[in-house]
């Protein structure tokens, strides 16, 4: 098993990156407690060309400089007040792009996860959903800007040599009508059969 290094963000196709994220292991050490979970759906977001990206046109704020950085770094916001969207930045430092992790298989750890959902069994709620998948992982906006390429970082990705037999899944991402024409764009990728996927349509 092999941490994702900063060489794999560090590419410039933000597509091509959230298509291989599927399958990769999302593992958080925080609080002391280690869990795992299997990456099963992501977005990709783009620096030019798409409206659904934070920093369309070069827009640089408080909440969007996180995507400037290198590659590998975490980029966590809050959605609606509530749900803390873990992000992780792709491309080059100063190109803002960025793979949203909508969704992960629970592979070790449950309990913490289900103690931190207020779930007293495994369901697909679990962690089927980016809000939900973070809360489930420990992840907050406290650990914006993490470096996910250290080898001793709380929040890390790995390559285990997951076989992808059951194939890839696109379409449209979700939540963004705001982007017209970009919205329809098939850039949610996805495991195909997974039942942790997001119920997203």
Not at 24 to 33: F, M, P, R, S, Y
Not at 51 to 66: M, P, Q, V
Not at 131 to 142: F, L, N, R, Y
Not at 156 to 177: C, H, L
Request: proline residues 3%; charged residues 25%.
């Amino acid at each position: 098993m092999k941490q994702l290094k900063r060489s794999f963000f560090e590419r410039s196709k933000v597509t091509h990156i959230a298509r291989e994220l599927v399958g990769k292991l999302l593992v958080t050490h925080i609080d002391g407690e280690s869990v795992t979970g299997r990456i099963v759906e992501t977005e990709a977001y783009a620096a030019t060309g798409d409206k659904a990206c934070h920093a369309h046109l070069g827009r640089f704020t408080e909440r969007t400089k996180t995507m400037y950085k290198p590659g590998g770094t975490a980029y966590i916001y809050l959605c609606y007040g509530i749900h803390h969207l873990f992000n992780v930045v792709t491309n080059v430092e100063g190109t803002p792009e960025a793979v949203l992790i909508r969704a992960v298989e629970p592979i070790s750890g449950l309990e913490t996860m289900m103690e931190r959902r207020g779930l007293e069994k495994k369901a697909r709620n679990l962690t089927a959903g980016p809000g939900v998948m973070s809360q489930a992982m420990g992840i907050t906006t406290s650990l914006n800007e993490t470096d996910l390429t250290r080898t001793k970082s709380v929040i890390r990705m790995y390559d285990d040599g997951f076989d992808m037999v059951s194939g890839i899944e696109t379409g449209p991402r979700v939540g963004i009508d705001y982007a017209g024409e970009d919205a329809l764009l098939p850039w949610r990728f996805s495991l195909k059969g997974s039942k942790w996927k997001s119920p997203a349509k």
